[in-house]
């Protein structure tokens, strides 16, 4: 009953806090001038990283390796598979163009760096330093680009968020900012407390409790957040919120945490060679899925989860039926492949006929 209450309190107040969360940004990012994308990419996509954070944070420095990198390629799987997915569920998500020109190609970067310096089996404080320096460059340009586009943006934000003036307002909307994140910090912290005690009793590996119930429990923010956004129109804050968030677990979460931990953070062969080369595959395929049209729709929304869902399967029974991993493994790459192809296929076709059926109202007009 205990930890029942403790994972109900903890949901409480993710809800609470993703709402709180993107009002405040929203209010912030139209008083600033500021595009609400950057404004997901950054603020918001910090502040959902929060419990990564502080959850890699404390599992590398107590020894707890596997918690800390299982953790992050976790959340970044579920980002996307599960964020993205069911966001574009509630509404088909209006890519940026500045996302597909920057944002995803740098996030797909970030994946293959990450997999790239785990293959000597250790990210070393060096390597940690480089993607955390990498991040701080990213923001500054970040902030800079927006301003150039702020003036389109603001007008057609200002519909869903209103405006807001002086010192008291801006001091409530940072104050909604802060409580947001607060409570969105101490929700994943009591829900993954109570999923870890629930999931160590019953015997299973702490890279798998990492890649699923603390990346589940930590990246509740980041659905909570972006199904709220979407649900409100706002959905450059629900698509930035998981591309920023995904750069920020990798720059910020894995390089902290790399250079907080003495000797870095060793990564294990099963990480090395299954789990990291899957989170750079999700993110791979967001290039294609965003670049055809533009547009997240609601069928490639559900292609994700089917993917999340195939993952899911495929680590209970590798780590309950070993001996059955290389056959079912098998059986899922006859499935995911001919199964992208037919997708990406789809989208492209309509993303082609959009395109025609624009140029043929755009003759019309004329």
Not at 42 to 63: D, H, I, K, R, Y
Not at 281 to 299: E, N, Q, T, Y
Not at 311 to 328: G, M, N, R
Request: aromatic share 6%; proline share 3%; glycine share 12%.
């Amino acid at each position: 009953m205990l930890i029942a209450g403790q994972l109900l309190l903890g949901l409480v107040l993710l809800v609470a806090g993703g709402e709180v969360l993107v009002r405040g940004a929203s209010a912030l990012a139209t008083a600033f001038r500021i595009s609400p994308l950057v404004i997901g990419l950054t603020v918001v996509a910090f502040g959902t990283s929060a419990p990564e954070l502080g959850v890699s944070l404390q599992a590398a420095l107590t020894g707890n390796a596997d918690v800390a990198v299982g953790n992050v390629v976790g959340s970044n799987i579920v980002n996307i598979l599960v964020v993205l997915g069911a966001s574009a569920l509630v509404a088909p998500l209006i890519v940026s163009s500045q996302l597909i020109r920057l944002d995803v190609p740098l996030m797909i970067l970030a994946a293959i760096g990450m997999w790239g310096a785990s293959l000597d089996g250790v990210i070393s404080r060096g390597e940690g330093a480089v993607m955390f320096i990498s991040l701080l460059g990213y923001l500054v340009y970040s902030i800079r680009a927006s301003r150039k586009e702020s003036v389109e943006v603001v007008e057609e934000f200002t519909e869903h968020s209103g405006s807001v003036s002086g010192i008291k307002d801006l001091s409530v909307q940072a104050g909604l900012l802060i409580g947001g994140l607060v409570m969105l910090s101490f929700g994943a912290r009591f829900l993954v407390d109570g999923a870890i005690a629930i999931a160590t009793s019953l015997g299973v590996s702490q890279l798998v409790i990492g890649l699923t119930v603390v990346a589940i429990g930590t990246s509740l923010p980041e659905v909570v957040t972006s199904l709220v956004a979407a649900y409100r129109g706002q959905r450059d804050i629900a698509v930035g919120n998981v591309v920023g968030s995904n750069l920020f677990n990798v720059c910020c979460v894995i390089g902290l945490t790399s250079i907080a931990a003495p000797d870095g953070i060793p990564v294990g062969p099963r990480a090395i060679q299954f789990d990291l080369p899957v989170m750079v595959a999700v993110a791979v395929i967001c290039f294609p899925i965003f670049g055809l049209g533009g547009v997240i729709k609601r069928f490639e929304g559900a292609l994700f989860l089917v993917y999340f869902g195939l993952y899911t399967a495929f680590l209970i029974v590798s780590s309950t039926d070993p001996e059955s991993k290389t056959d079912f493994g098998s059986t899922l790459i006859k499935i995911v492949v001919p199964l992208t192809i037919l997708i990406l296929g789809v989208s492209y076709w309509e993303g082609r006929r959009s395109k025609a059926v624009d140029g043929l109202n755009s003759a019309d007009d004329e």
